[in-house]
């Protein structure tokens, strides 16, 4: 029975799919909580940003603060409804906690940053008020909207409007606009600024990797057993949506970045976006649309193993979830 | 990995000519590449546009090593435009000036005033070159002293280096011996002696280890008292906690009942992360608690991120003081007691035998709170250790039997400190204190081996001025006064062994680097030691002497009879001559982590293997690439040097074992610590420890750890007779996507028909 069979599948055993199922395991093991972030050095170094990166961190505070809940909302309203294997929903399960661990680090970091209560509720206005932030929600509504008449997939012309779904909100959502709002994290932290906020960005980065990886792989099992649905009109869908997506996640690095500040500009962002967006393309098996190189060298550093040093940040690398009885006679 | 180089109008005049110096005479390195970035930060200052060529070289790191001194070299004319905006031209000047805004005391300022001429004519003016970028990033942010207002720099680097020798010399022939070894990296004394030589209230110690306060509530109050003003001054602290009561047990005072350790160690948590270290450092803290306390299970869920966040303290450090017994029943499958200290206080004051029988006889007379299985305990043990990285094992009985302080009844060393290198007796009134340094054995080798002569006399200088910091110190508590005088005890340590093994082109874990590692933990301990003797000659021995197994005509040493040295004869004479003038300080040597001098220096950490050819350092002034520079001379020199095997390492993220067309031998050798059987570091720490009076930082490291592995691990380091072992590290379980590596597959075998590498 292929993946996106209508239905509420129950069976863990045998299991369809181990892999989905490992997904979870790991997923668990990095469990971490917002209670583990020390924001404290932040506000230090928000009392000396300049005006400009004043502006740019607030805006970006208020994208995160809508962020997280619109993807949990599409998971609970499209991807769990149909996607019809239970070691998949398991995954989505855990996805969505990970995603509410999110809203609650944003909600923390926001609560922290701006201590006004009028900011506050500014900040989640954003979504009406700012032009470059709402433009950014119409695009995903559009997509989450694009689902809400379909109960089952049974055509399939469904199963594309599913794919499509699926691929917006991992490709676009998840694996462009957080991927160019964190870029802007770890700018500031190559300038030594905002430590707290970047720390608990390398967790909310780490799950979302994830989150696009499982995404991935649910495209690539789709894939293989209906290798029909994926024909030149997709192809020409999902890159024009990450076309979309690229413009949308411009004007508001136009809007963060206004006449430019050292060593981040509109222009250099152009180059990442577009660079990541070819990244999804070559991920998903489809030709690369731009071609551009990565300007961002910091962003190398994101690429690269830590190593903490424990006087200084807490060392997020270790394991929940390890397994094996007491033993004297194992290699090690 | 490619960088776009925007197509707008070249960076002219001075910012260009400064990068083309900054890269004059570095192999690979290309101004051009570096004014990349320069260019898209157009408008910004002059000083912005550097800033800017600093980040953009620091960036360029994994791609050519040089680059990393490219970015020294711009941050080093950085700094001296700052001291000079500050006033600042000369090493007298600097004094001055930071003189005059309280930083530093009278007397080195006067000293430095008087011999002005002197002390800056000792200034080696091409001493900076040595740094690469992450050091001199590291001084710069954390170290350099500063303008208590402006915040501008108010000494540079070679300043900063004969402001530390100054403030611990009292001529300026012993000045010019003391900075020469900085200045030429050799030596650094630990963070504490660099921030604060020479300042006014001069706290030079790095450790400090604190008993257990005593069974009611004005103790641990007290206590926390003396741990934070402790914590103030720059100093990690290990506290032990085993004398107070265990939950369930009757407070005679209200007839209630305790809530057991886990309440206090809360309230100690919040206070360790309130004191900041002057902003320069957070304040740390490790509780030690010995497995037979009832709460041991409580105390081990400390840092787990699940559960009741009551229960939980985020700052705290965690170890096990772990009593031979222990390690017995958990071999044998016996059952375990816990008790609680209320009831049987004698526990915590004895070893060996004598804790064995008093253990023995609380069992019999039934006097536990109740009994487990011992392997479920040390099951616990393991698992913490997997979770969290924390719960350090350390070893009681290993821990007192060799110590030069146990000689007398009464006296134990109740538990270790911040970084579990560090073995003093502690008491009511004796908190004890360590003052550290590490010599950095890459700048003692070449590919003809080590430099021996060389070695001994570093240590010789490094051993008199350790014993310096001893009186020039200022004490936070009267508790740690005391102590550090009547037993002056030293901490020498070493870093860069691995440098060692990669210049000579030693695996880890080869027999050939085991005995060099050992011939270089005996050498040090002998020309400290002859050191020591020569000061309590000049001095007189500690005051403590009589109450040490040296003045019972006992070295450490000879608690090892399977210790081999090398050099008997050396080791007679000096144990004639110690039996004649005594030793200065009753403990000499400990091998601390070195992380941050490590940093300074360029050299891996003390002892340890490296983690990976290429991994990001994260601090507090930002995040740094470091690559294996061994690793990519040797590529170089195969003509390997490039873009696809570049990527391919940082794709394995940092191993190079994937790459099949190396040669094994440095397959081999550029092994990383998850690479490397554990064993093997656990042999070199053993094969050391006759040579270490103190002990070592010994990080284990398993990629992904089960409790059958971590099990026999630990178990084999105790049979080893290792006396303590430090984090175990592990990996994530996820990772992030890597945004910077093509998504395409790559083929290694043919990078030529690899596109996404081109």
């Known amino acids: 029975m292929p993946l996106l069979d209508p239905g509420m599948d129950l069976t863990l055993r045998p299991m369809r799919y181990p892999d989905f199922y490992e997904r979870y395991r790991a997923a668990i093991r990095n469990t971490w909580t917002v209670e583990e972030v020390d924001l404290a050095s932040d506000l230090a170094d928000l009392a000396r940003l300049t005006p400009a990166e004043l502006h740019l961190v607030n805006r970006l505070v208020a994208f995160f603060a809508t962020g997280d809940s619109i993807v949990a909302n599409n998971l609970v309203l499209n991807l769990y409804k149909h996607v019809n294997a239970p070691e998949a929903r398991l995954y989505l399960s855990r996805q969505l906690f990970e995603e509410a661990v999110h809203v609650q680090f944003y909600l923390t970091l926001l609560d922290t940053y701006l201590p006004d209560q009028d900011e506050r509720a500014r900040a989640f206005a954003a979504i009406e008020h700012i032009p470059s932030i709402r433009a950014k929600a119409e695009f995903c509504f559009r997509w989450i909207d694009s689902l809400g008449?379909?109960?089952?997939?049974?055509?399939?012309?469904?199963?594309?409007?599913?794919?499509?779904?699926?691929?917006?909100?991992?490709?676009?959502?998840?694996?462009?606009?957080?991927?160019?709002?964190?870029?802007?994290?770890y700018w500031l932290r190559s300038r030594g600024l905002l430590n707290g906020l970047a720390s608990g960005t390398n967790w909310v980065f780490r799950d979302e990797s994830m989150h696009m990886e499982f995404a991935f792989s649910v495209v690539d099992t789709v894939r293989a057993e209906e290798p029909e649905l994926f024909d030149a009109e997709l192809t020409a869908q999902v890159t024009t949506m990450l076309e979309e997506a690229v413009e949308a996640e411009l004007a508001f690095a136009r809007d963060l970045c206004g006449d430019g500040l050292p060593g981040m500009g509109a222009g250099d962002m152009r180059a990442y976006l577009e660079y990541v967006a070819d990244q999804r393309l070559a991920r998903l098996g489809l030709p690369v649309r731009y071609g551009t190189a990565n300007p961002f060298a910091f962003m190398e550093l994101q690429d690269v193993q830590e190593l903490s040093n424990f006087f200084e940040r807490r060392v997020s690398a270790y394991q929940i979830g390890v397994e094996g009885s007491v033993s004297f006679d194992e290699a090690f | 990995m490619t960088v776009t180089m925007p197509a707008e109008a070249p960076a002219t005049g001075g910012i260009a000519a400064e990068v083309a110096a900054a890269c004059a005479g570095i192999e690979g390195t290309a101004p051009e590449r570096v004014l990349g970035a320069v260019r898209s930060g157009d408008g910004a200052s002059a000083a912005g546009l550097r800033d800017l060529a600093i980040g953009e070289?620091?960036?360029?790191?994994?791609?050519?090593?040089?680059?990393?001194?490219?970015?020294?070299?711009?941050?080093?004319?950085?700094?001296?435009d700052e001291t000079a905006e500050a006033g600042v031209r000369s090493f007298a000047g600097s004094v001055a000036a930071a003189h005059a805004e309280g930083l530093l005391a009278d007397a080195p300022a006067a000293f430095a005033a008087a011999n002005a001429a002197a002390l800056d004519a000792l200034i080696d003016q091409g001493a900076d070159d040595r740094f690469g970028y992450f050091g001199l990033r590291t001084l710069y942010d954390r170290y350099l002293l500063r303008h208590p207002r402006t915040r501008l720099v108010l000494e540079r680097p070679q300043h900063f280096f004969l402001r530390v020798a100054v403030g611990l010399s009292d001529t300026v022939d012993e000045a010019a011996e003391l900075y020469r070894l900085?200045?030429?990296?050799?030596?650094?004394?630990?963070?504490?002696?660099?921030?604060?030589?020479?300042?006014?209230?001069?706290?030079?110690?790095?450790?400090?280890?604190?008993?257990?306060?005593?069974?009611?509530?004005?103790?641990?109050?007290?206590?926390?008292?003396?741990?934070?003003?402790?914590?103030k001054y720059a100093g990690g602290i290990g506290i032990s906690w085993t004398r107070v009561r265990s939950r369930g047990s009757l407070i005679r005072g209200t007839n209630g009942h305790s809530n057991g350790i886990v309440p206090w160690l809360r309230t100690l948590d919040a206070s360790v992360a309130a004191v900041n270290q002057g902003g320069r450092r957070k304040g740390a803290a490790c509780v030690y608690l010995e497995p037979w306390h009832a709460d041991v299970e409580e105390f081990l869920e400390l840092r787990d991120n699940t559960g009741e966040d009551a229960r939980r303290t985020h700052n705290l450090n965690l170890a096990n003081w772990i009593p031979d017994e222990f390690m017995r029943r958990v071999e044998a499958d016996a059952t375990w007691s816990l008790f609680d200290p209320k009831e049987v206080p004698e526990l915590t004051d004895l070893w060996g035998d004598a804790f064995d029988d008093a253990y023995r006889a609380a069992e019999k007379e039934g006097r536990y709170v109740r009994q487990i299985p011992a392997r479920k305990l040390y099951g616990r043990m393991m698992r913490t250790l997997a979770e969290t990285g924390n719960g350090w094992m350390t070893f009681k009985d290993a821990a007192n039997r060799a110590c030069n302080q146990t000689a007398e009844p009464g006296r134990t060393v109740h538990l270790s400190n911040l970084c579990t290198e560090i073995l003093e007796v502690t008491g009511e009134k004796e908190a004890a204190v360590c003052n550290l340094g590490s010599v950095n054995l890459a700048a003692h080798v070449s590919p003809a081996g080590i430099d021996w002569e060389r070695l001994r006399a570093t240590v010789r200088t490094a051993v008199r001025f350790l014993d310096r910091t001893i009186d020039r110190g200022f004490y936070p508590t009267p508790e740690a006064e005391t102590a550090n005088r009547k037993w002056r005890p030293v901490g020498l340590g070493v870093m860069g062994l691995a440098d060692v093994f990669f210049t000579l082109r030693l695996p880890f874990d080869s027999a050939e680097a085991r005995e060099l590692s050992t011939r270089i933990a005996e050498e040090i301990a002998l020309a400290a030691y002859a050191a020591s003797a020569d000061l309590a000659e000049a001095h007189g021995p500690l005051p403590a002497y009589a109450e040490t197994r040296t003045a019972r005509g006992q070295l450490h040493i000879d608690h090892f009879p399977d210790a081999a040295p090398t050099r008997p004869a050396e080791w007679d004479a000096l144990r004639a001559r110690i039996a004649e003038v005594g030793l200065r300080n009753s403990l000499l040597i400990a091998i601390a982590p070195t992380a941050t001098i490590a940093s300074i220096t360029g050299c891996y950490e003390c002892i340890e293997p490296q983690v990976s050819n290429l991994f990001k350092r994260e601090t507090l002034s930002g995040e740094f690439l470091q690559i294996n520079g061994y690793l990519v001379e040797d590529l170089k020199s195969l003509g390997l040097w490039n873009d696809a095997v570049r990527e391919a390492i940082k794709r394995a993220n940092g191993s190079i074992q994937g790459l099949v067309d190396l040669p094994g031998e440095m397959l081999d050798l550029y092994r990383t610590a998850w690479e490397l059987p554990q064993?093997?570091?656990?042999?070199?720490?053993?094969?050391?420890?006759?040579?270490?009076?103190q002990a070592h930082s010994l990080n284990l490291f398993m990629e992904t750890p089960t409790i059958g592995k971590l099990s026999s691990m630990y178990a084999y380091a105790w049979r080893s007779g290792l006396k303590t072992t430090y984090y175990l590290r592990s990996r994530p379980a996820t990772r992030i996507a890597q945004t910077t590596v093509a998504a395409a597959v790559c083929s290694l075998e043919n990078p030529e028909t690899c596109e996404a590498c081109q």
Request: charge should be neutral; hydrophobic fraction near 50%.
């Open chain 2, 182 to 231: 900085l200045s030429t990296l050799s030596y650094l004394p630990s963070s504490p002696t660099l921030f604060n030589s020479a300042a006014r209230r001069p706290q030079l110690s790095s450790c400090f280890l604190l008993d257990s306060p005593q069974d009611e509530l004005e103790a641990i109050y007290e206590r926390y008292g003396q741990v934070a003003r402790l914590s």
């Open chain 2, 57 to 80: 070289a620091a960036a360029l790191v994994a791609v050519e090593p040089g680059y990393s001194r490219v970015a020294a070299r711009l941050l080093a004319a950085r700094i001296r």
């Open chain 1, 149 to 185: 008449a379909l109960d089952e997939l049974r055509t399939a012309a469904d199963r594309r409007a599913f794919l499509l779904n699926l691929i917006c909100f991992a490709a676009c959502i998840e694996g462009l606009f957080f991927y160019g709002a964190f870029a802007y994290v």
């Open chain 2, 679 to 693: 064993k093997a570091l656990i042999d070199l720490a053993a094969a050391r420890t006759p040579y270490i009076d």
